[in-house]
């Protein structure tokens, strides 16, 4: 288990830009691929984007492509996830969460062990 603390988010209009952040507090980050996740309310939680663990792959879900952007700065064993053209249906919970070991992006939340406590974003109309 890698303890993850997530970061950012907030409350901002519809077509505005956000990020989120995540970083590990403690043990091997470089070599895990990483993921962020979300759950609206009253919805399941699903796969928003994933980095491999060198950084070279990544990997988002359609409804997030050419919006999104996932990155890793593993000298500061963070992720983050910068959101452009936010839309009303991006409200949700964000979570990010360590994958494989030198593995690469998967959506699967069950390739995923640690999560971090998730961070809130909320889109206006």
């Known amino acids: 288990q890698v303890p993850l603390v997530s970061s950012g988010g907030g409350l901002v209009q519809a077509g505005g830009s956000l990020s989120v952040s995540c970083a590990a507090s403690q043990g091997i980050f470089n070599t895990y691929a990483m993921g962020w996740f979300r759950q609206a309310p009253g919805k399941e939680r699903e796969f928003v984007a994933a980095?491999?663990?060198?950084?070279?792959?990544?990997l988002y879900a359609d409804s997030v492509k050419g919006r999104f952007t996932i990155s890793r700065e593993n000298a500061k064993k963070a992720v983050y996830l910068q959101m452009n053209g936010l839309k009303t249906e991006d409200t949700a919970l964000y979570y990010c969460?360590?994958?494989?070991?030198?593995?690469?992006?998967?959506?699967?939340?069950?390739?995923?062990?640690?999560w971090g406590q998730g961070t809130q974003v909320t889109v206006s109309t």
């Open positions: 969460a360590v994958g494989r070991r030198f593995g690469m992006p998967t959506l699967s939340p069950v390739e995923y062990g640690s």
């Open positions: 980095i491999s663990w060198t950084g070279g792959t990544t």
